[in-house]
């Protein structure tokens, strides 16, 4: 059988991601990896988990172990109404007004689902997280993508783009914002309270919706927070994206859709199609976590323990690199990422065959692009790998920057 001639033009297109190519690499033995935005697993609660888990299988059987509805479990929504306040001081949230999702990666999906066509327009930020645009692809939008900056997305460009957009008589077909404006994927920075609420003027301006993900906003290690986009435009204006996969654990695979009831109606209709439900079992185990414990709390050890992490990463390239000019970095107030730029002539994929011989992995700038186009940045997740290996790893990334220099 043919298969090219039998598969779908989603199909067709369908592509194994850049990152999962790269990441193949890092399992060899001796290799350092910045690669994977993968959470340490230490700050798993694993011992808490398996005593809900035995417990919530044995006494709640009837419950967990079989189907779910579509909106997910309530008692879940209770504790995530209480979650939301704390966390964001959102408040008014009903349980119309919430999805549970088989990770924040489906509530993407999802949303493309509902708003994307082949003649929509996506406005995404430059870097973009990659699930995010490989989300997105599978009804073929079109993107406009809109440069970071150190303070979050450039909302002058932003505004020239819109109004471009507008005079061209395009605007009616941007579906969305799509922004991660707390310790973005890949690039590190936050949005500045300034430019949140320039965004949402535009926004308002144009009538235009802005999706805003956030799965890492509750692991700030330094700096205040600043109020999410939903607290302060609301459902009106705003989706929020949430995820338990960072602060929780990524197995539990549970994500959320907050939002206006019309819109989260929408997105459990296009759940039902896809899953039917997300897993009763895991609904529960994080519902019965959240009761008994204060995940703030919780979460602390994780925090420090990243914001080590961090440190010795950041300290690491100011004693290696600052002596290349044009090198320069983020330095995240939270999250998992550093996000590095060399200098003009570089290119971080073309590098990465030295960075294989060298057995160091990171995700060449391209990956974050919708266009594939060359990029001069690179990913660094100081997560995973322990202090020294993140010292040493730095020093490869060196020599492999030196030794690419040279050619
Ligand atoms: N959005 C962003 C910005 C992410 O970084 C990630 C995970 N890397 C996700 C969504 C998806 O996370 P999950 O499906 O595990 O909730």
Same mark, same amino acid.
């Given at each position: 059988?043919?298969?090219?001639?039998?598969?779908?033009?989603?199909?067709?297109?369908?592509?194994?991601?850049?990152?999962?190519?790269?990441?193949?690499?890092?399992?060899? +033995?001796?290799?350092?990896?910045?690669?994977?935005?993968? +959470?340490?697993?230490?700050?798993?609660?694993?011992?808490?988990?398996?005593?809900?888990?035995?417990?919530?299988?044995?006494?709640?059987?009837?419950?967990?172990?079989?189907?779910?509805?579509?909106?997910?479990?309530?008692?879940?929504?209770?504790?995530?109404?209480?979650?939301?306040?704390?966390?964001?001081?959102?408040?008014?949230?009903?349980?119309?007004?919430?999805?549970?999702?088989?990770?924040?990666?489906?509530?993407?999906?999802?949303?493309?689902?509902?708003?994307?066509?082949?003649?929509?327009?996506?406005?995404?930020?430059?870097?973009?997280?990659?699930?995010?645009?490989?989300?997105?692809?599978?009804?073929?939008?079109?993107?406009?993508?809109?440069?970071?900056?150190?303070?979050?997305?450039?909302?002058?460009?932003?505004?020239? #783009?819109?109004?471009?957009?507008?005079?061209?008589?395009?605007?009616?077909?941007?579906?969305?914002?799509?922004?991660?404006?707390?310790?973005?994927?890949?690039?590190?920075?936050?949005?500045?309270?300034?430019?949140?609420?320039?965004?949402?003027?535009?926004?308002?301006?144009?009538?235009?919706?802005?999706?805003?993900?956030? +799965?890492?906003?509750?692991?700030?290690?330094?700096?205040?927070?600043?109020?999410?986009?939903?607290?302060?435009?609301?459902?009106?204006?705003?989706?929020?994206?949430?995820?338990?996969?960072?602060?929780?654990?990524?197995?539990?695979?549970?994500?959320?859709?907050?939002?206006?009831?019309?819109?989260?109606?929408?997105?459990?209709?296009?759940?039902?199609?896809?899953?039917?439900?997300?897993?009763?079992?895991?609904?529960?185990?994080?519902?019965?976590?959240?009761?008994?414990?204060?995940?703030?709390?919780?979460?602390?050890?994780?925090?420090?323990?990243?914001?080590?992490?961090?440190?010795?990463?950041?300290?690491?390239?100011?004693?290696?690199?600052?002596?290349?000019?044009?090198?320069?970095?983020?330095?995240?107030?939270?999250? $998992?990422?550093?996000?590095?730029?060399?200098?003009?002539?570089?290119?971080?994929?073309?590098?990465?065959?030295?960075?294989?011989? #060298?057995?160091?992995?990171?995700?060449?700038?391209?990956?974050?692009?919708?266009?594939?186009?060359?990029?001069?940045?690179?990913?660094?997740?100081?997560? $995973?790998?322990?202090?020294?290996?993140?010292?040493?790893?730095?020093?490869?990334?060196?020599?492999?920057?030196?030794?690419?220099?040279?050619?």
């Amino acid at each position: 059988m043919d298969l090219e001639s039998k598969l779908s033009e989603i199909g067709k297109n369908l592509r194994s991601s850049l990152i999962r190519e790269l990441l193949k690499y890092a399992s060899v +033995p001796g290799s350092i990896s910045f690669g994977g935005g993968v +959470p340490d697993p230490e700050t798993f609660p694993r011992h808490e988990l398996a005593e809900i888990a035995k417990e919530v299988i044995e006494k709640d059987y009837k419950y967990t172990l079989q189907y779910n509805t579509t909106e997910g479990d309530d008692e879940l929504a209770k504790q995530m109404v209480k979650l939301l306040e704390k966390a964001y001081g959102i408040t008014g949230i009903e349980r119309e007004n919430l999805l549970f999702t088989t990770g924040s990666q489906q509530a993407l999906d999802l949303i493309a689902r509902i708003f994307l066509d082949k003649d929509s327009i996506c406005i995404a930020e430059f870097p973009v997280y990659l699930g995010a645009a490989s989300a997105f692809r599978i009804n073929f939008p079109k993107f406009e993508t809109i440069p970071l900056q150190d303070d979050g997305m450039d909302v002058d460009y932003l505004e020239k #783009k819109l109004k471009e957009l507008d005079e061209k008589g395009l605007v009616n077909q941007v579906k969305f914002i799509y922004t991660v404006p707390t310790f973005h994927n890949p690039a590190g920075v936050t949005m500045s309270l300034e430019k949140r609420k320039r965004l949402i003027e535009l926004a308002e301006k144009y009538d235009i919706l802005i999706l805003e993900d956030d +799965p890492y906003g509750m692991l700030r290690f330094e700096g205040e927070n600043l109020p999410s986009l939903y607290k302060l435009a609301g459902p009106d204006r705003v989706v929020l994206l949430n995820t338990f996969s960072k602060i929780l654990t990524p197995g539990l695979r549970l994500g959320i859709i907050i939002g206006r009831a019309d819109i989260v109606r929408k997105a459990t209709l296009a759940k039902q199609a896809a899953d039917l439900c997300s897993p009763s079992l895991n609904q529960r185990i994080a519902a019965r976590y959240l009761e008994r414990y204060d995940l703030f709390e919780q979460l602390k050890p994780g925090i420090e323990l990243y914001r080590k992490k961090k440190n010795t990463m950041i300290k690491a390239l100011e004693e290696n690199f600052s002596d290349i000019p044009g090198a320069k970095w983020v330095n995240p107030q939270g999250g $998992l990422f550093v996000w590095m730029t060399l200098p003009e002539g570089f290119d971080t994929m073309d590098m990465f065959e030295i960075a294989k011989e #060298k057995k160091i992995y990171y995700i060449p700038g391209q990956a974050f692009t919708v266009d594939d186009s060359v990029s001069t940045s690179m990913r660094l997740s100081f997560c $995973l790998p322990p202090e020294e290996k993140i010292i040493e790893g730095v020093k490869r990334l060196k020599e492999v920057v030196v030794e690419y220099g040279k050619k």
